[in-house]
């Protein structure tokens, strides 16, 4: 059965980066969901973030050329492309005008949900903003955004729901899957179930 995922910057970061406190979550959860074998979408903002981060990757290495340092940076930076490349690209634009004005409506009622006091915080209204439009336009029953972000977005989430069924006037079936408490509550399962 085909699962369908929005993913969050810090979700495929976390997967990516050996050294990143999510990883072993992330990997967990990827192994369990393969890409090639579920839907997995996300939004230009993570497209940014994660070229934005590639970018300080590329910086540090250049700084320890001829090291292992080096090696593991340029790394990680092929595991984002790579990433990248396999997951399907969410374009609200494509999806009709309406769509885009539900879009940026819903940016403005998020912003006072989750707040946008940093250029992080804005792009994690528009990411959230895309997913419940995708979760709208796939016309499936369970939807997911998969996050790393439990201050921001999970905390928040039934305000997040309440909000945007007002903005937008429907009902959508998007549920938040905070990573590392999956993965947590699945290898307890597995050892104690």
């Not at 973030?49 to 590639?54: A, D, G, I, S, V």
């Not at 007002?166 to 993965?183: H, N, S, T, V």
């Amino acid at each position: 059965m085909v699962c369908y995922f929005f993913c969050d910057t810090g979700v495929i970061r976390g997967y990516c980066d050996p050294k990143d406190e999510h990883h072993e979550s992330c990997t967990y959860f990827f192994g369990k969901y393969p890409i090639n074998l579920n839907n997995y979408n996300i939004a230009e903002p993570v497209i940014d973030e994660l070229n934005y981060y590639k970018s300080k990757l590329s910086k540090k290495a250049h700084e320890v050329i001829g090291t292992a340092e080096y090696t593991y940076y340029r790394f990680v930076e092929n595991q984002i492309d790579l990433y990248i490349r396999q997951i399907d690209k969410f374009d609200c634009n494509h999806h009709g005008t309406d769509r885009v004005d539900e879009l940026n409506l819903l940016i403005n009622d998020l912003d006072t949900v989750i707040g946008s006091f940093t250029r992080s915080l804005e792009n994690d209204i528009e990411i959230v903003a895309n997913s419940i439009i995708w979760s709208c336009v796939t016309g499936e029953n369970e939807n997911h955004l998969l996050t790393v972000d439990f201050r921001n977005l999970i905390k928040n989430y039934a305000d997040i729901k309440q909000t945007a069924e007002y903005c937008l006037q429907e009902d959508f079936k998007l549920l938040m899957l905070y990573i590392p408490e999956y993965c947590e509550y699945r290898c307890f399962l597995k050892e104690f179930g």
